[in-house]
């Protein structure tokens, strides 16, 4: 059974340092990893979508890895801000479109 | 745009009673989901549906039920509402289940069930 785990739970960082967000899961079948970002009381939206046969995907200040061979993504995210305050998950999808969630990393960012 | 909308947003109702969440997409997705979140647990799938008439069971179906009758709307149906199912319900669509497919969510229903 796919298992998908996020660390830190929780991150406070001041402004303008450069953070990485770790997620790691245990089955390497998997057919892309998603990174969404969840504001309090909000819905989930996506920043990266890395498909399986990619090391990386760049938006902006952030960048995400995949190694799928160690079952692990980072979200690296440069010059933080205090609008990047938020829950950040990761997803791994399996086959028939189905997303195994970590329970994800809030991050605060203080200006 | 094309969107993804839930209602209501928010739900407050009695141990037993039956309650449907609405789920409508405008994007012609074939491929719908729901997925509850809570504290510790993350977001777990409840169902989810690939087409009109298709409907399969996800990792925590146990007491929901969903119908699929065209292909922007996917209701989920709590038979006999429980203490347990105290939540954040989220509604979701993809257009492919390819690996470069995205899943966009909906804004979410919190219910509550006292």
């Known amino acids: 059974k796919q298992e998908v785990t996020q660390i830190p739970a929780a991150l406070s960082v001041p402004e303008g340092e450069n953070l990485v967000l770790n997620c790691s899961f245990t089955d390497s079948a998997i057919y892309n990893l998603q990174w969404f970002r969840q504001d309090p009381g909000k819905g989930l939206t996506s920043l990266l979508l890395i498909q399986s046969s990619q090391r990386e995907q760049t938006s902006g200040r952030l960048n995400a890895s995949l190694d799928k061979s160690s079952g692990r993504s980072t979200l690296y995210i440069a010059a933080s801000q205090p609008g990047d305050s938020a829950t950040y998950l990761c997803?791994?999808?399996?086959?028939?479109?189905?997303?195994?969630f970590g329970q994800g990393t809030e991050l605060s960012v203080k200006p | 745009d094309a969107e993804i909308t839930q209602s209501p947003r928010h739900k407050i109702t009695e141990t037993g009673r039956q309650v449907t969440l609405a789920c409508h997409q405008t994007w012609n997705h074939n491929n719908m989901f729901w997925y509850r979140q809570d504290l510790g647990h993350g977001l777990r799938l409840i169902h989810y549906s690939y087409g009109v008439q298709d409907t399969n069971k996800g990792e925590v179906s146990d007491g929901y039920s969903v119908s699929r009758s065209n292909t922007e709307d996917l209701p989920l149906t709590l038979e006999s509402a429980a203490s347990s199912q105290t939540s954040v319900y989220f509604c979701?669509?993809?257009?492919?289940?390819?690996?470069?497919?995205?899943?966009?969510f909906g804004p979410g229903t919190r219910l509550t069930v006292t």
């Open positions: 997803a791994v999808k399996n086959q028939g479109g189905k997303l195994i």
């Open positions: 979701a669509s993809s257009e492919g289940l390819a690996d470069y497919y995205e899943q966009y």
